[in-house]
């Protein structure tokens, strides 16, 4: 990745998170928790009444047990709860609003705490307190009793059946408004009591016991009690509430106003990425805009080119047909150019049988007269046999004249000369024959392949042809192997044999020899051409395929004999090969396959 | 305003405001003992996971106890023990509270140190003297057992952890509420318990037993003061750090001695009873309540009555909560 690319993602990755940072900062005031918050202090607040409803009517006795006043402190422990949960994130950020709910949490407790102190107090309190009506009675009953069962009027028994009265009503009186001169009055008469107690019988003295403790109770506890629920009562809870609740709109305020505030930027922040993706969007239509332009250009140009291209095509392909045929002519014409330089020795190859031939049918024709005399004289005979005499002598005459001529002829040996003079021109005219086949093999245009080409056999017609150049100079050493017939066109291979049979014995300049080797491996039919001439100097060696290239002096040779040998060995999907070596010769080697795998179509243009 | 003008104030406007809110709740049972109700919104998989947690002995250090151990629900959630035995036959320093209403506490524990089942259940688990083990050991074990990884990984997201444990075994313990013939009473079924037993409980609220034995636990929603009208401990003598009771939790003076006033329901089979275990029967209880915290004398016939009441608060568990058992 590029810097620069680098650079753009960056930026843009920014710039994506201001605008996150920003949403979210928009975001993050839950208005549904805003309201949860405030329902929730409502219903702490509530709740926080409802409890000291239920302490005041537990007091009260308007409730016969301390289930109700126990239950509240569950709930408003899950309102705890969901309260320090909902506030959690504002507590981290405002230390006043953590101190008003530690400080709200602080009192729930002290009034949890109170509030167990009271439901104890209270259980005994109350308890003493229905209990000392009848407790008070039962004193009284058995003072009663016991004064029943004395005589006389017992003055403690009367007094203290009034005190335990008084008591109490003073104590009754006490349960209303705990007054200090009453419970003062309580206190004295409770240890006056304890110390009668001993005076009285036993069931008196127990009873009277009875009283004082529970009498005790209510005079200690009444006003633990009732200080206990002043405190209950007295705890700022409300004013927790409503401090938590100030702080937290303080709190809930500020994030209002920064939730504003975040929302201009947001929106300040968005209009100018507007802006820029606007700005971006002008310039993207405007280089669409060029790029259109560009592309209609080069829809034109390439509508053109492509008219270009075929037309082109087409030349290329007329070029090449026409390169084709001119080297197709090239070959011939090498061909004929080699065939050229071969016609005087093939001339004269033809005109040694012809000269003999000939003067041999002209050796004949000589003695065709004399033949023809005898034929004569036999010609008369019929006319000799029909003299009737006088005739004799001639007819013998004539048999003479026969008998020496054929006499004559048998002593010469006319017969057998003619005889063979005629077998000499025959065997002379096959001579001509065979090189003028052999003319016609190499020369003709056709390249119809030949089912069957013994690679020999068209090496020997290839020395027929080239025989003229040979003889008297090169030595001809034919070591031919067992070779498999192959299909191909023996007019191209021939010249290429010729050519390199030429060359060989160019390169030979008084005497040498030539030796032609040819055997077949797996794949291939190999000719080699091996010359103990002056062989191919290194430095153009590589070039010797190349067309035009040549050594010869300008109007000797075309320079293409070799360039087009490598051409046809091509074709008909093999190879040709060179070593050389200066003073001691040249080995050229053609491989042909034997499978098929000429070029068909090649040749078909080709030819 | 002075304390009395205070009072005064709130308590008249509570008058005024409540007295319309009495009439409409008069269709409530008048009575300091309310009757049970049983809970319909439990998770009967969580109640049956919770069950085999509790019987599962791997909770302990040594594999010997579980919480069934001390709190056997067919001896009324207890194990009838003074104190209970621990791992390696340890011995507890407190009477076993029961498991059964458990859920109806306001507070767990007799010091009521725990605020709910949850947090009791960390209790026993880590005592020396009861299973001595912890959490991490216990849910290695428990990890081993394919059944439980299944099961809870069906009912909670996180799996085998120790809050689902005390979790299912709390909701476990809020199957166990048992209906008495004396709920049956209270919801208006008049021969639902017999003539003494309704004497028994006239003379209960009578004598003040209701002071502190009263809601629907009969009991369980107050700290009280043992020894009220006497000096229990003094009498009793040999003064343990279980005696000190709340005061262990606050650290507050007024707390010395004052312990969770237990719930009565099933308590005829609850023996022995108290904090310390001391009461070997319901009489020696009914006995020492009268005296310590009543201060009343109680005649042995109306002792006999209380305690017939007594016994018609033992209750049956609900078919839910008792299981395959």
């Known amino acids: 990745m590029s810097l620069r690319s680098l650079t753009n993602l960056m930026l843009g990755l920014i710039m994506i998170g201001i605008l996150v940072f920003l949403y979210t900062k928009v975001q993050s005031l839950n208005v549904e928790d805003h309201y949860q918050i405030t329902d929730t202090l409502r219903q702490h607040s509530s709740l926080n009444f409802r409890w000291n409803e239920d302490v005041l009517k537990t007091k009260l006795s308007l409730s016969s047990n301390y289930d109700g006043v126990t239950s509240p402190l569950v709930t408003l422990r899950s309102l705890q709860t969901k309260l320090t949960d909902k506030l959690s994130n504002l507590i981290v950020e405002s230390a006043p609003l953590k101190a008003s709910v530690d400080s709200y949490n602080k009192s729930i407790e002290e009034k949890n705490k109170l509030i167990e102190q009271f439901k104890g107090q209270n259980a005994i309190f109350d308890n003493s307190l229905r209990y000392i009506s009848t407790a008070v009675d039962d004193l009284i009953t058995e003072v009663e009793v016991q004064s029943a069962n004395t005589t006389k009027s017992n003055p403690a028994f009367v007094a203290l059946k009034n005190t335990a009265q008084t008591l109490l009503r003073e104590l009754l009186e006490y349960n209303q408004v705990a007054q200090t001169d009453l419970a003062g009055s309580i206190n004295k008469r409770l240890i006056a009591f304890e110390n009668q107690k001993i005076l009285y019988p036993d069931i008196i003295s127990n009873k009277l016991d009875t009283v004082i403790r529970h009498a005790s109770v209510i005079l200690k506890r009444k006003p633990e009690i009732d200080a206990l629920l002043a405190t209950i009562v007295g705890l700022p809870i409300a004013s927790s509430i409503e401090n938590i609740e100030n702080t937290y709109t303080a709190v809930y305020d500020g994030r209002l106003r920064d939730k504003d505030f975040y929302f201009t930027i947001l929106i300040a922040y968005a209009s100018g990425l507007l802006f820029l993706i606007a700005l971006i969007g002008y310039r993207l239509r405007n280089s669409y805009r060029e790029l259109n332009v560009v592309n209609k250009q080069l829809t034109v140009a390439n509508e053109t080119l492509e008219d270009r291209v075929v037309q082109r095509t087409k030349e290329l392909s007329n070029a090449y047909n026409e390169l084709k045929q001119s080297q197709a002519q090239l070959i011939q014409s090498e061909k004929m150019a080699s065939l050229g330089q071969m016609v005087a020795g093939v001339a004269h190859e033809i005109n040694t049988p012809l000269a003999y031939c000939h003067s041999n049918i002209d050796l004949v024709k000589e003695q065709l007269p004399e033949i023809i005399g005898l034929f004569k004289e036999f010609a008369n005979f019929p006319s000799l046999l029909d003299a009737p005499t006088a005739e004799q002598q001639n007819l013998k005459e004539g048999i003479v004249t026969i008998q020496d001529a054929i006499l004559t002829f048998e002593r010469e040996g006319s017969f057998d000369e003619i005889n063979l003079l005629l077998e000499g021109s025959l065997s002379g005219l096959d001579q001509i024959s065979d090189m003028v086949k052999s003319l016609k093999d190499f020369s003709r245009l056709d390249q119809h392949k030949v089912e069957n080409f013994d690679l020999n056999r068209g090496l020997d017609s290839v020395l027929v042809i080239a025989n003229n150049v040979l003889k008297n100079k090169v030595e001809v050493i034919k070591e031919y192997g067992q070779l498999p017939k192959i299909s191909y066109s023996p007019s191209q291979l021939n010249q290429v044999f010729l050519n390199l049979i030429v060359n060989a014995s160019q390169a030979i300049e008084n005497s040498g020899i030539i030796r032609l080797r040819t055997l077949a491996d797996h794949h291939f039919v190999n000719v080699i051409v091996e010359d103990n001439g002056k062989g191919i100097p290194e430095d153009i060696l590589p070039r010797i395929f190349d067309p035009f290239f040549t050594t010869k002096e300008i109007g000797k040779g075309t320079g293409l004999g070799l360039s087009i040998a490598y051409k046809i060995v091509q074709q008909h999907g093999g190879k040709i090969t060179v070593h050389s070596e200066v003073n001691k010769g040249t080995q050229f080697t053609v491989s042909i396959p034997i499978s098929q795998r000429m070029d068909l179509q090649n040749l078909e243009v080709a030819a | ?325």
Not at chain 2, 43 to 57: A, C, I, P, Q, Y
Request: charged share 25%; hydrophobic share 35%.
């Open chain 2, 1 to 325: 305003m002075t304390i009395h003008q205070v009072f005064a104030t709130v308590c008249s406007l509570i008058l005024l405001t409540l007295s319309g809110g009495m009439i409409a709740k008069s269709a409530e049972i008048n009575e300091p003992i309310q009757p049970l109700k049983l809970r319909q919104d439990l998770n009967l998989e969580k109640v049956n996971l919770g069950r085999s947690l509790f019987n599962d002995k791997r909770l302990s250090r040594d594999n010997s106890i579980s919480c069934a151990s001390c709190h056997d629900i067919n001896k009324g959630g207890v194990d009838q023990l003074p104190v209970s035995k621990g791992v390696g036959g340890a011995l507890g320093t407190i009477n076993t509270p029961t498991v059964l209403n458990s859920s109806l506490n306001f507070r767990q524990f007799w010091d009521g140190r725990a605020a709910s089942l949850e947090e009791q259940i960390d209790g026993p688990i880590h005592l020396k003297h009861e299973m001595d083990s912890d959490w991490p050991t216990i849910l290695t074990k428990l990890q081993q057992d394919q059944a439980y990884a299944d099961l809870f990984k069906k009912l909670y997201k996180n799996g085998l952890q120790s809050e689902n444990i005390k979790d299912t075994i709390s909701e476990y313990e809020r199957s166990l509420i048992t209906l008495s013939r004396f709920d049956r009473y209270l919801l208006g079924q008049k021969d639902a318990i017999k003539e003494n037993e309704i004497k028994g409980y006239e003379l209960f609220k009578r004598y003040g037993c209701v002071a502190c034995h009263q809601g629907v636990n009969i009991g369980g929603n107050m700290y009280q003061l043992f020894g009220v009208m006497g000096d229990y401990f003094k009498d009793r003598g040999n003064i343990t750090t279980a005696d000190l009771g709340h005061f262990n939790v606050s650290k507050d003076e007024r707390d010395r001695h004052k312990f969770k006033v237990p719930s009565l329901r099933n308590v005829a089979l609850t023996a022995p009873y108290f904090h310390d275990g001391s009461a070997k029967t319901l009489r020696d209880a009914v006995r020492i309540m009268a005296k310590y915290q009543l201060g009343r004398n109680m005649p042995e016939k109306d002792e006999e009555l209380i305690i017939q009441f007594l016994q018609s608060l033992s209750g049956e568990l609900p078919v839910q909560a008792k299981g395959e058992q």
